[in-house]
């Protein structure tokens, strides 16, 4: 009977210890499937925070880009307001000299006439019997005296208006200055804050992305080979479309998709000059080097320069004898070139939308040089910054 225990005994042991193996083996299974399970989400939780944290960003960058096209917009109604008023009040001051000097000519022209004036005010019978003649030629004096009354009051009375004149003059150029230092505060105070959003915007851009880099270093490479600006324009776009391919690629590549021609859109028309100012020279105007490929803007000193499109930047920085130049392909076969800048404000690969600040134009001959490219050829630029597309 004890030997059928311990033989039962025996048998038992080797089925419990398998029994703790399966038993353990089942415990790590389900532990490493909770764990794979807790990665999986803690992953999909990171990757949606990381999503929204991006469309986070994108939307903040969005506002941040519509509050600069505010703030440049201030800026450049300022500095259309303060040519305004600088011409009123050339025109105001130029008004009172001239007032002025017709007072001071009137003066003149009163002046000889005065003692006589005064003489027969005082004593106008012995003026009159002063010196003795005959019936006659008594009747002529009083006939001259009268007349020479009338043109002395005549001049009397020009010279009170000519003063009323200057002084009102004098009166409405100082209520002009008054305007221009109120519109010249203005103007300050909206470049102020427009260079503070500008600030903000250049730090968060001091980190350039990949992408930006190589932008940046294609576009130079392409304007030190180009010997004009159709050339850069040209080499500028050959050198898009191949980015636009390889970036196609690599995303068909990732994504596994059948390839396709990435969707382009349309340029979006303009709806006005991209600062404040007075076109000079249009399009087509005869010159020193031939019919004027672009048009010429005068504007004020340091004035704010703004894209007349959204697009993305296709080069900023000095070219040639254009100085600092800004291309934006505004798609559609588009490139819009703004020249002659003294400040770049934006950078070659970033993205801009219509009415963002590009630049700043010299303190001295402030004239912005604007050129519109469809297809390569120059184009009249004047539809398109009107709206018309």
């Known amino acids: 009977m004890m030997r059928l225990a311990a033989l039962l005994l025996l048998l038992a042991l080797p089925a419990t210890a398998q029994g703790q193996v399966q038993g353990q083996a089942r415990d790590a299974s389900s532990a490493d499937a909770r764990t794979a399970r807790r990665d999986a989400a803690a992953q999909a939780a990171a990757a949606e925070a990381a999503a929204r944290d991006a469309e986070a960003a994108r939307t903040e960058e969005q506002r941040l880009a519509e509050s600069r096209v505010v703030a440049a917009r201030a800026v450049q109604n300022a500095e259309a ?16 000299r001239a007032a002025d000097l017709e007072r ?19 004593w106008p019978a012995e003026t009159m019997l ?16 009268q007349a020479l009354i009338r043109h002395a009051s005549a001049e009397a009375e020009a010279y009170r208006a000519a003063a009323e004149r200057a002084s009102a003059a004098a009166t409405a150029s100082a209520a002009e200055a008054w305007r221009l ?4 505060a203005e103007a300050r105070s909206s470049n102020a804050r427009l260079d503070g959003a ?23 490479e392409a304007m030190a080979r180009a010997q004009d600006l159709e050339q850069a324009v040209a080499r500028l ?13 690599a995303q068909r590549e990732a994504a596994r998709e059948p390839a396709r021609e990435p969707a382009r859109l349309g340029p979006r028309a303009a709806s006005g000059l991209p600062v404040a100012g007075q076109v000079t020279r249009e399009f087509g105007a005869a010159g020193d080097g031939g019919p004027a490929r672009g048009m010429t803007v005068s504007a004020p000193p340091r004035a704010r320069v703004t894209a007349p499109c959204a697009g993305r930047v296709a080069f900023a920085g000095p070219f040639r004898s254009y100085g600092n130049i800004i291309i934006i392909d505004c798609g559609g076969g588009l490139h819009l070139v703004l020249a002659r800048l003294e400040r770049l404000d934006a950078g070659t690969g970033e993205r801009v939308i219509q009415g963002e600040p590009v630049g700043l134009l010299p303190a001295q001959d402030a004239a912005l040089y604007v050129e519109l490219r469809r297809g390569g ?6 539809p398109f910054l009107a709206g018309r597309g």
């Open 198 to 220: 500008l600030d903000q915007a250049r730090a968060r851009r001091a980190a350039l992305t990949t992408e930006q880099e190589a932008a940046q270093r294609r576009a130079r």
């Open 237 to 249: 776009e050959r050198e898009r479309e191949a980015a636009d391919r390889a970036r196609a690629a």
């Open 181 to 184: 230092a109120e519109a010249r």
């Open 130 to 145: 002063a010196v003795p003649a005959p019936p006659g030629d008594a009747l002529r004096g009083l006939l001259a005296m």
């Open 377 to 382: 050829q120059p184009v009249d630029p004047r």
């Open 104 to 122: 001071l000519a009137r003066a003149d022209a009163v002046a000889p006439l005065l003692p006589l004036l005064h003489r027969l005010e005082r």
């Open 81 to 96: 307001r303060l040519m305004q008023t600088e011409a009123a009040a050339r025109a105001a001051n130029a008004a009172a």
